[in-house]
Antibody, heavy 121, light 106 residues
Framework: QVQLVQSGAEVKKPGASVKVSCKASGYTFTGYHMHWVRQAPGQGLEWMGWINPNSGVTNYAQKFQGRVSMTRDTSISTVYLELSRLRSDDTAVFYC??????????????WGQGTLVTVSS | DIQMTQSPSTLSASVGDRVTITCRASQSISSWLAWYQQKPGKAPKLLIYKASSLESGVPSRFSGSGSGTEFTLTVSSLQPDDFATYYCQQYDSYVTFGQGTKVEIK
Protein backbone atom coordinates (compact mmCIF):
# COMPACT_ATOMS: atom_id res chain seq x y z
CA GLN A 1 0.00 0.00 0.00
CA VAL A 2 1.08 3.56 -0.63
CA GLN A 3 2.80 5.22 2.32
CA LEU A 4 4.18 8.72 2.64
CA VAL A 5 6.17 9.18 5.84
CA GLN A 6 7.27 12.68 6.77
CA SER A 7 9.99 13.93 9.07
CA GLY A 8 9.27 15.16 12.57
CA ALA A 9 8.18 18.48 13.99
CA GLU A 10 10.49 21.46 13.78
CA VAL A 11 10.87 24.71 15.73
CA LYS A 12 12.62 27.53 13.92
CA LYS A 13 13.40 31.17 14.55
CA PRO A 14 12.19 33.91 12.22
CA GLY A 15 14.52 34.31 9.26
CA ALA A 16 15.73 30.71 9.39
CA SER A 17 15.07 27.92 6.90
CA VAL A 18 13.41 24.55 7.36
CA LYS A 19 13.71 21.35 5.34
CA VAL A 20 10.99 18.71 5.57
CA SER A 21 11.27 15.25 4.06
CA CYS A 22 8.67 12.84 2.70
CA LYS A 23 9.64 9.22 2.07
CA ALA A 24 7.44 7.30 -0.35
CA SER A 25 6.82 3.58 -0.60
CA GLY A 26 4.33 1.18 -2.13
CA TYR A 27 4.33 2.62 -5.64
CA THR A 28 6.69 3.71 -8.42
CA PHE A 29 8.24 6.83 -6.91
CA THR A 30 9.22 8.38 -10.24
CA GLY A 31 5.80 7.86 -11.79
CA TYR A 32 3.81 10.50 -9.93
CA HIS A 33 4.24 14.16 -9.07
CA MET A 34 4.57 14.97 -5.40
CA HIS A 35 2.83 18.08 -4.10
CA TRP A 36 3.21 20.06 -0.91
CA VAL A 37 0.23 21.59 0.89
CA ARG A 38 0.31 23.57 4.11
CA GLN A 39 -2.31 24.27 6.76
CA ALA A 40 -1.93 27.03 9.32
CA PRO A 41 -3.44 26.34 12.76
CA GLY A 42 -7.24 26.29 12.51
CA GLN A 43 -7.11 27.32 8.85
CA GLY A 44 -7.68 25.77 5.44
CA LEU A 45 -5.41 24.07 2.94
CA GLU A 46 -2.93 25.97 0.80
CA TRP A 47 -1.14 24.44 -2.17
CA MET A 48 2.58 25.23 -2.43
CA GLY A 49 3.69 23.42 -5.58
CA TRP A 50 4.89 20.15 -7.01
CA ILE A 51 7.98 18.26 -8.05
CA ASN A 52 8.29 15.63 -10.75
CA PRO A 53 10.46 13.01 -9.03
CA ASN A 54 11.53 11.58 -12.38
CA SER A 55 12.92 14.76 -13.92
CA GLY A 56 13.29 17.02 -10.90
CA VAL A 57 11.18 19.67 -12.63
CA THR A 58 9.27 21.83 -10.18
CA ASN A 59 6.29 24.17 -10.31
CA TYR A 60 5.75 26.51 -7.38
CA ALA A 61 2.74 28.57 -6.40
CA GLN A 62 3.47 32.21 -7.11
CA LYS A 63 3.08 33.11 -3.44
CA PHE A 64 6.10 31.02 -2.48
CA GLN A 65 8.41 31.60 -5.45
CA GLY A 66 11.82 32.75 -4.33
CA ARG A 67 11.39 31.24 -0.89
CA VAL A 68 10.63 27.59 -1.61
CA SER A 69 12.66 24.73 -3.03
CA MET A 70 11.47 21.19 -3.72
CA THR A 71 14.06 18.51 -4.41
CA ARG A 72 14.20 14.74 -4.54
CA ASP A 73 16.54 11.82 -3.99
CA THR A 74 15.40 8.96 -6.17
CA SER A 75 17.82 6.51 -4.52
CA ILE A 76 15.78 6.65 -1.33
CA SER A 77 12.38 7.61 -2.80
CA THR A 78 12.29 10.83 -0.84
CA VAL A 79 11.24 14.35 -1.67
CA TYR A 80 12.16 17.45 0.27
CA LEU A 81 10.55 20.81 0.88
CA GLU A 82 12.75 23.69 1.95
CA LEU A 83 11.22 27.01 2.96
CA SER A 84 13.52 29.93 3.69
CA ARG A 85 13.22 33.33 5.37
CA LEU A 86 10.64 31.94 7.75
CA ARG A 87 8.08 34.25 9.36
CA SER A 88 5.71 33.64 12.23
CA ASP A 89 2.82 33.26 9.78
CA ASP A 90 4.62 30.28 8.22
CA THR A 91 3.73 28.28 11.32
CA ALA A 92 1.72 25.41 9.88
CA VAL A 93 1.43 21.71 9.27
CA PHE A 94 3.08 20.82 5.97
CA TYR A 95 1.79 17.82 4.02
CA CYS A 96 3.24 15.99 1.07
CA UNK A 97 0.58 14.57 -1.23
CA UNK A 98 0.90 12.17 -4.14
CA UNK A 99 -0.64 13.54 -7.29
CA UNK A 100 -2.86 11.52 -9.57
CA UNK A 101 -2.54 13.08 -13.00
CA UNK A 102 -5.34 13.21 -15.54
CA UNK A 103 -4.91 15.37 -18.63
CA UNK A 104 -1.97 17.17 -17.00
CA UNK A 105 -4.10 18.04 -13.96
CA UNK A 106 -3.59 16.65 -10.47
CA UNK A 107 -5.62 15.83 -7.44
CA UNK A 108 -4.23 14.03 -4.39
CA UNK A 109 -4.90 10.39 -3.62
CA UNK A 110 -2.46 9.82 -0.78
CA TRP A 111 -1.13 12.18 1.88
CA GLY A 112 1.69 12.14 4.37
CA GLN A 113 0.92 12.41 8.07
CA GLY A 114 1.99 16.05 8.20
CA THR A 115 4.92 17.90 9.75
CA LEU A 116 4.33 20.76 12.16
CA VAL A 117 6.71 23.66 11.67
CA THR A 118 6.58 26.29 14.39
CA VAL A 119 8.25 29.65 13.78
CA SER A 120 8.86 31.51 16.99
CA SER A 121 11.50 33.74 18.49
CA ASP B 1 -6.13 32.65 -9.75
CA ILE B 2 -9.32 30.62 -9.48
CA GLN B 3 -11.12 31.23 -6.20
CA MET B 4 -13.22 28.50 -4.57
CA THR B 5 -16.04 29.40 -2.19
CA GLN B 6 -17.74 26.81 -0.04
CA SER B 7 -21.04 27.13 1.78
CA PRO B 8 -21.98 26.84 4.48
CA SER B 9 -18.87 27.30 6.62
CA THR B 10 -20.44 25.23 9.38
CA LEU B 11 -23.28 22.76 9.19
CA SER B 12 -25.06 21.23 12.19
CA ALA B 13 -26.68 17.88 11.49
CA SER B 14 -27.81 14.65 13.10
CA VAL B 15 -26.98 11.04 12.33
CA GLY B 16 -29.16 9.91 9.44
CA ASP B 17 -29.55 13.39 7.94
CA ARG B 18 -28.97 14.10 4.27
CA VAL B 19 -26.42 16.90 4.01
CA THR B 20 -25.27 18.94 1.05
CA ILE B 21 -22.22 21.19 0.76
CA THR B 22 -21.82 23.63 -2.11
CA CYS B 23 -18.61 24.78 -3.78
CA ARG B 24 -18.50 27.59 -6.33
CA ALA B 25 -15.59 28.44 -8.61
CA SER B 26 -14.80 31.98 -9.73
CA GLN B 27 -14.60 30.73 -13.33
CA SER B 28 -15.46 27.55 -15.15
CA ILE B 29 -13.35 24.55 -14.18
CA SER B 30 -15.28 21.98 -16.23
CA SER B 31 -15.36 18.91 -13.95
CA TRP B 32 -11.86 19.29 -12.51
CA LEU B 33 -12.98 19.22 -8.90
CA ALA B 34 -12.15 16.97 -5.95
CA TRP B 35 -13.58 16.66 -2.46
CA TYR B 36 -11.65 15.73 0.68
CA GLN B 37 -12.60 14.88 4.25
CA GLN B 38 -10.34 15.94 7.11
CA LYS B 39 -10.59 14.98 10.76
CA PRO B 40 -8.77 16.86 13.54
CA GLY B 41 -5.05 16.13 13.60
CA LYS B 42 -5.23 14.00 10.47
CA ALA B 43 -4.36 14.46 6.82
CA PRO B 44 -7.14 15.02 4.30
CA LYS B 45 -8.66 11.97 2.62
CA LEU B 46 -9.81 11.92 -1.00
CA LEU B 47 -13.53 11.24 -1.41
CA ILE B 48 -14.52 12.37 -4.90
CA TYR B 49 -12.56 13.33 -8.03
CA LYS B 50 -13.60 14.71 -11.39
CA ALA B 51 -16.66 16.17 -9.67
CA SER B 52 -18.61 12.93 -9.37
CA SER B 53 -16.24 9.94 -9.39
CA LEU B 54 -16.15 8.09 -6.09
CA GLU B 55 -12.68 7.15 -4.89
CA SER B 56 -12.16 3.45 -4.29
CA GLY B 57 -13.07 2.42 -0.75
CA VAL B 58 -15.21 5.48 -0.04
CA PRO B 59 -18.76 4.64 1.11
CA SER B 60 -21.47 5.07 -1.50
CA ARG B 61 -23.40 7.46 0.76
CA PHE B 62 -20.98 10.11 -0.53
CA SER B 63 -21.72 11.58 -3.94
CA GLY B 64 -20.65 14.58 -5.96
CA SER B 65 -22.25 16.51 -8.77
CA GLY B 66 -21.89 19.64 -10.84
CA SER B 67 -19.79 21.14 -13.58
CA GLY B 68 -18.63 24.53 -14.69
CA THR B 69 -18.75 26.74 -11.63
CA GLU B 70 -21.15 25.05 -9.21
CA PHE B 71 -20.62 21.77 -7.43
CA THR B 72 -22.15 19.84 -4.55
CA LEU B 73 -21.06 17.12 -2.18
CA THR B 74 -23.93 15.12 -0.70
CA VAL B 75 -23.92 12.63 2.15
CA SER B 76 -27.14 10.68 1.81
CA SER B 77 -27.35 9.48 5.43
CA LEU B 78 -24.85 11.00 7.81
CA GLN B 79 -22.96 8.50 9.96
CA PRO B 80 -21.03 9.17 13.20
CA ASP B 81 -17.73 8.81 11.34
CA ASP B 82 -18.73 11.60 8.91
CA PHE B 83 -18.47 14.48 11.37
CA ALA B 84 -15.42 16.25 9.96
CA THR B 85 -14.35 19.18 7.80
CA TYR B 86 -14.79 18.93 4.04
CA TYR B 87 -12.78 20.75 1.40
CA CYS B 88 -13.30 21.16 -2.31
CA GLN B 89 -10.27 21.56 -4.59
CA GLN B 90 -10.09 22.74 -8.18
CA TYR B 91 -7.33 21.36 -10.36
CA ASP B 92 -8.15 22.95 -13.68
CA SER B 93 -5.53 25.66 -13.32
CA TYR B 94 -2.90 25.04 -10.68
CA VAL B 95 -4.61 24.06 -7.40
CA THR B 96 -6.95 25.97 -5.12
CA PHE B 97 -8.94 24.76 -2.14
CA GLY B 98 -12.19 26.03 -0.72
CA GLN B 99 -12.10 27.36 2.81
CA GLY B 100 -13.74 24.25 4.26
CA THR B 101 -17.11 23.22 5.70
CA LYS B 102 -17.23 21.82 9.20
CA VAL B 103 -19.98 19.27 9.74
CA GLU B 104 -20.78 19.14 13.43
CA ILE B 105 -23.19 17.24 15.61
CA LYS B 106 -26.53 18.97 16.12
Amino acid sequence: QVQLVQSGAEVKKPGASVKVSCKASGYTFTGYHMHWVRQAPGQGLEWMGWINPNSGVTNYAQKFQGRVSMTRDTSISTVYLELSRLRSDDTAVFYCAKGRIVARRSYFDNWGQGTLVTVSS
Amino acid sequence: DIQMTQSPSTLSASVGDRVTITCRASQSISSWLAWYQQKPGKAPKLLIYKASSLESGVPSRFSGSGSGTEFTLTVSSLQPDDFATYYCQQYDSYVTFGQGTKVEIK
